[in-house]
C-alpha cells in the first residue's frame, strides 16, 4: 500500500503563485509515476501533470495543455515527496487538486492507470 498526503493549497490571488507538495510513504516501487489531477466544481476530474522514474532515471515530465508553461512538477527521492510549483494562476484553475501514484515507469495521463490517490487539496484564484 502506499499513501498519499497532499498539502500546500489555499487562496491565491490571480497572477500568483503556490506550491503543492503531496509526501507518498508505504510500500513504494523503483519504478513509478505521480500525477497530479484536478477537478473544478461541477466538472470532471483532469489530468494536469506527471512524472516518472525507472530506478535511477527520471523520465521528462509531462503537462496539460493547460497548465504548459505555467506549472512545474518536480520529485523529491530522499523525502519521497512530489511538487507542484503552480505560478501566474488564473480563476480557472480553481479546483481540488489531487496527487496520485501507480506502478510502472510508463506515462499515463488516465486517471483509471493510477493505484493510489491522496485525499486532495483546495485551491482558490481569486480575480
Known amino acids: 500500500q502506499v499513501q498519499l498526503v497532499e498539502s500546500g493549497g489555499g487562496l491565491v490571488q490571480a497572477g500568483g503563485s503556490l506550491r503543492l507538495s503531496c509526501a507518498a510513504s508505504?510500500?513504494?516501487?523503483?519504478?513509478?509515476?505521480m500525477g497530479w489531477f484536478r477537478q473544478a466544481p461541477g466538472k470532471e476530474r483532469e489530468f494536469v501533470a506527471l512524472?516518472?522514474?525507472?530506478?535511477?532515471?527520471?523520465?521528462?515530465?509531462d503537462y496539460s495543455d493547460s497548465v504548459k508553461g505555467r506549472f512545474t512538477i518536480s520529485r523529491d527521492t530522499v523525502q519521497n515527496t512530489v511538487y507542484l510549483q503552480m505560478n501566474s494562476l488564473r480563476p480557472e484553475d480553481t479546483a481540488v487538486y489531487y496527487c496520485a501514484a501507480k506502478a510502472g515507469s510508463w506515462q499515463s495521463t488516465r486517471q483509471s492507470d493510477y493505484d493510489y490517490w491522496g485525499q486532495g487539496t483546495q485551491v482558490i484564484v481569486s480575480s
Open positions: 512524472i516518472s522514474r525507472n530506478g535511477g532515471i527520471t523520465f521528462d515530465p
Open positions: 508505504g510500500r513504494l516501487y523503483s519504478s513509478y509515476a
